[in-house]
């Protein structure tokens, strides 16, 4: 493998995990709206700091969950792990 298709699969790469963080993170950040909306988190009768860190929470966590998924997809389509 030349040094320019390694460099192209590489970008290539990049762009398919950047693309699929940002759809997943956009799907998930429309359900989670699309919920909050539909039951505006009365079943909780919590105060506001509660329900503000419990999103916060759900938040952080769905992002770094993506972001490893998209990570692992990019490790395997540039073919990095192949040179080691």
């Excluded at 940002?22 to 950040?29: T, Y």
Aim: with cysteine; charged share 20%; net charge positive.
């Amino acid at each position: 493998m030349t040094y320019e298709s390694s460099d192209k699969r590489r970008k290539k790469s990049t762009k398919k995990t950047v693309r699929f963080f940002w759809i997943c993170s956009g799907l998930l950040a429309a359900i989670m709206a699309v919920f909050s909306a539909i039951f505006r988190f009365e079943f909780f009768s919590a105060s506001p700091h509660i329900i503000f860190a419990m999103f916060m929470g759900v938040v952080l966590t769905i992002g770094l969950a993506v972001g490893l998924m998209a990570l692992a997809f990019h490790s395997d389509d540039s073919g990095i792990d192949d040179r080691l």
